[in-house]
């Protein structure tokens, strides 16, 4: 497991890094695999956020709490992050889904284009690259909950084309495929 902590507007002592680093060990029972988790404390105005970011084989998830006391603040984050991975895992029984190997994976990138941009037209300032891990729409729209988004880009296992889930304005789930 390799975990990753960050403070902003905080020491982090070593009592905070053992602690953090026994809280989250917990996950491990969940995946066998190596996870990767980035966590970071922080303090504002006497509000203690800790926010666990979580990179399970693919599935990513996000725990974000609050309070006034810091280990309360990281006890709530793995508690949540614990929920969502047990979600998973059941959703995950419940269909049998099986991995499939694939050789090369597909990756997807967003890129700034200087010649089309006008003087007040909007940038894209922000430039990802994810891998684009192959699943059926069930499991996507799954992870698209997980991550509180409201659009998961993803390759659908059945056709192998990138296809993109995303939450309507009614409630419901759309689906975008080639």
């Known amino acids: 497991m390799n975990i ?7 020491e982090l002592t070593d009592a905070i890094r053992s602690y953090v680093e026994k809280k989250v060990s917990r996950l491990k029972k969940y995946f066998e695999q190596v996870l990767d988790v980035q966590v970071i404390l922080d303090v504002q105005k006497n509000v203690h956020l800790a926010e666990i970011l979580v990179n399970a084989k693919g599935v990513f998830l996000k725990g974000l709490e609050k309070s006034e006391d810091l280990y309360a ?16 895992k059941e959703k995950l029984k419940t269909k049998k889904l099986m991995e499939k190997d694939f050789e090369k994976p597909l990756t997807l990138n967003i890129y700034e284009h200087s010649s089309v941009v006008e003087k007040d037209a909007p940038q894209i300032i922000v430039s990802k690259q994810i891998p684009v891990k192959p699943m059926d729409v069930e499991e996507a729209v799954m992870q698209m909950d997980l991550l509180n988004k409201n659009f998961f880009v993803f390759r659908n296992a059945s056709s192998g084309e990138v296809s993109v889930v995303y939450r309507r304005d009614d ?3 759309g689906l975008i495929e080639p």
């Not at 990753?4 to 905080?10: A, D, E, L, S, V």
């Open 4 to 10: 990753q902590i960050t403070g902003k507007n905080i």
């Open 171 to 173: 409630g419901n789930i």
């Open 73 to 88: 603040s990281i006890d709530l984050s793995v508690d949540k992050i614990e929920r969502q991975l047990v979600k998973y």
